[in-house]
């Protein structure tokens, strides 16, 4: 069934909501929550995206879903990454960007929204991410 009229629009707005109730299901959220699904999504993709540089976070978007590709690239100003942050200013990132609280914190939402996130970003990709992080940041990413 097309939502949209076109194939593109439909796969993609298929994907996301698959990444969120990915995330929903990992909390057991009702879809009524879909706010605190994408807030996570959201506070971590930017977090992520600014701790990147410039082509890394360039590559990792083109493995997203065209409308999750969109959120990650919200607000973004390439002049000012990458943004240096450790582990604990990376958490506080997300932290600050997500209002609500959560069973396991901040590091639980990253490693729930990262596997969410998983089956759209290659394995080499994602240790091309892994590799452009410090060693200590490298400890929360699944």
Known sequence: ????????????????????????????WPKERRNQSYAGLRAVLHA???????????????QLPLLVRGIYFEDWDPSKVPMKMHRNDFLERI??????????????LFDTV???????????????????????MVTVLP
Not at 48 to 62: F, G, H, N, Y
Not at 120 to 126: K, L, M, P, S, V
């Open 48 to 62: 992520l995206r600014d701790r990147l540089t410039v082509e890394e976070a360039a590559q990792l978007s083109a």
């Open 114 to 136: 990262i596997q969410a996130l998983r089956r759209h970003i290659t394995e080499g990709e994602w240790e091309d991410v892994r590799a452009s992080l410090p060693k200590d």
């Open 95 to 108: 932290r600050s960007d997500f209002p609500y609280e959560v069973p396991g914190g901040v590091e639980q």
């Open 1 to 28: 069934m097309s939502f949209t009229g076109y194939p593109t629009f439909d796969t993609t707005l298929q994907k996301t909501n698959g990444i969120l109730k990915q995330i929903e299901a990992s909390y057991g």
